[in-house]
Every structure is written in C-alpha cells, then in structure tokens.
C-alpha cells in the first residue's frame, strides 16, 4: 500500500510539474495534496500496525492453551 501510494505521488508530481497537457497538469496538481495525505495515512496505519499494543502479548509470543 504504501509501495503504491510513493509511486502515484511521484507520478502525480513529476505530470504536475512537467505534464505536456495542461488539463493534465491541473488535475495532478490539485490531487497531489490528497495522494500524499493518503500516503502519510498509509504509513501512519502501517506502524500503528507493526507496532506492539501496551498490554498486549507480542505476536510472536508463546500463547497460552487452556487446561483441559
């Protein structure tokens, strides 16, 4: 996700900056600023993710199996 998100900014930039049609570059430069809220998004969703909860076991922590 974010792979894509950096490549579609990049894009985005490089058309808005140098794009032969100016209907073209218009429309990157207004979508730039979302393509790159949703790129910190993305990277903000994916540390959050690989990140350890407080309180919560690691995931690759031993779980514990009931008694039966």
Aim: net charge negative.
């Amino acid at each position: 996700m974010i792979a894509d998100h950096e490549k579609d900014a990049d894009a985005f930039d490089r058309q808005a900056r140098t794009g032969d049609d100016a209907g073209v570059r218009s429309l990157a430069a207004r979508s730039l600023p979302t393509i790159r809220e949703h790129l910190r998004m993305a990277k903000d969703l994916d540390q959050n993710m690989t990140a350890p909860m407080l309180g919560q076991p690691a995931s690759n922590a031993p779980r514990e199996t009931p008694p039966r």
